[in-house]
């Protein structure tokens, strides 16, 4: 009798149980790697920003040196709207890359 039920058992574990943990394992491992994925791709957008960032802060800095130099008689004014135009340019470009990171982070 013991052995009827352990053979039954082992029965129901074989066509059962066995298949059906295979598949979770499955499974798991494919959100796992999904999910390394994922994080990947956060890890990228961070660096992005970093780089954003410091694009920021040399651009800032760039605006406290103009802004000393105005204070300055001996500065040209076509030399300050050079440099003017020349942060626009590059704060233009910096939107745009802001711009594509947001579609990119609305994407992913």
């Known amino acids: ?15 059962v149980l066995e298949p059906k943990f295979r598949f979770l394992e499955e499974k798991l491992t494919e959100h796992d790697d999904k999910f390394a994925l994922i994080l990947d791709h956060i890890d990228a957008l961070y660096q992005r920003f970093e780089r954003l960032e410091e694009e920021y802060r ?28 020349s942060m626009k340019t590059k704060l233009s470009d910096l939107q745009k890359r802001l711009e594509q990171l947001e579609k990119q982070a609305a994407g992913a």
């Not at 800095?61 to 440099?83: C, F, N, W």
């Open 1 to 15: 009798m013991r052995q009827d039920i352990s053979t039954a058992l082992l029965d129901f574990y074989g066509k």
């Open 58 to 85: 040399l651009i800032v800095h760039g605006m406290e040196q103009i802004e000393k130099a105005v204070g300055v008689s001996a500065y040209k004014p076509d030399t300050l709207r050079k440099d003017i135009a």
